[in-house]
T-cell receptor, first 112, second 112 residues
Framework: GQQVMQIPQYQHVQEGEDFTTYCNSS?????IQWYKQRPGGHPVFLIQ?????EVKKQKRLTFQFGEAKKNSSLHITATQTTDVGTYFC????????????FGQGTTLQVKP | DAGITQSPRYKITETGRQVTLMCHQT?????MFWYRQDLGHGLRLIYY???????DKGEVPDGYVVSRSKTENFPLTLESATRSQTSVYFC???????????FGPGTRLTVL
């Protein structure tokens, strides 16, 4: 079945450093969503990407969808302690089981 | 506006007992989902429902039963709890199968 691989699993950065998490699939994706889960909290929707090569920004967060629609990335510029949490990608395959498949998540720790 | 709620928030039970986790949403979303979250596995879909009286299996349905007699409620029952079902359970709702998912606060279940 379709799988979505997310790397790295963990990342520790110093406050002010940049951070990137990657989401990869062996199959073409119809769309991809990104969620953030704060420690002890629940996943919260951040953004959805649909178009090949799409780039969207939310303040210090930049989301990209690959040209081949098989990968995506989330980049945070100048991390802050408020960025701490686990970031999940969730994708719908173009072969379409009709279900979103979540990646394993990348847990970000930020040292002040 | 309560959004989506889950109860109980914490539950300790014993092996072999029946446990029901409740989920209630106030948005009249058609779709509802149950996930379990375990370290290293991210979010795994247990069951989902497209509408009242329509449910379908997700990735890890064994040992779980769901029902949806009303649009706003989607209870998850563990008929005979096992230690491997110790996990954090999240309910989510969405307007569509692939739209933004809104997660409840989660239920932390421990099976002794």
């Amino acid at each position: 079945g379709q799988q979505v691989m997310q790397i790295p699993q963990y990342q520790h950065v110093q406050e002010g450093e940049d951070f990137t998490t990657y989401c990869n699939s062996s199959t073409t994706l119809s769309n991809i969503q990104w969620y953030k889960q704060r420690p002890g909290g629940h996943p919260v929707f951040l953004i959805q990407l649909v178009k090949s090569g799409e780039v969207k920004k939310q303040k210090r967060l930049t989301f990209q969808f690959g040209e081949a629609k098989k990968n995506s990335s989330l980049h945070i510029t100048a991390t802050q302690t408020t960025d701490v949490g686990t970031y999940f990608c969730a994708a719908l395959g173009s072969s379409n089981t009709g279900k979103l498949i979540f990646g394993q998540g990348t847990t970000l720790q930020v040292k002040p | 506006d309560a959004g989506i709620t889950q109860s109980p928030r914490y539950k300790i039970t014993e092996t072999g007992r029946q446990v029901t986790l409740m989920c209630h949403q106030t948005w009249s979303h058609s779709y509802m989902f149950w996930y379990r979250q375990d370290l290293g596995h991210g979010l795994r879909l247990i069951y989902y429902s497209a509408a009242a009286d329509i449910t379908d299996k997700g990735e890890v349905p064994d040992g779980y039963v769901v029902s949806r007699s009303k649009t706003e409620n989607f209870p998850l029952t563990l008929e005979s709890a096992t230690r491997s079902q110790t996990s954090v359970y999240f309910c989510a709702s969405s307007e569509s199968m692939v739209g933004t998912q809104y997660f409840g606060p989660g239920t932390r279940l421990t099976v002794l």
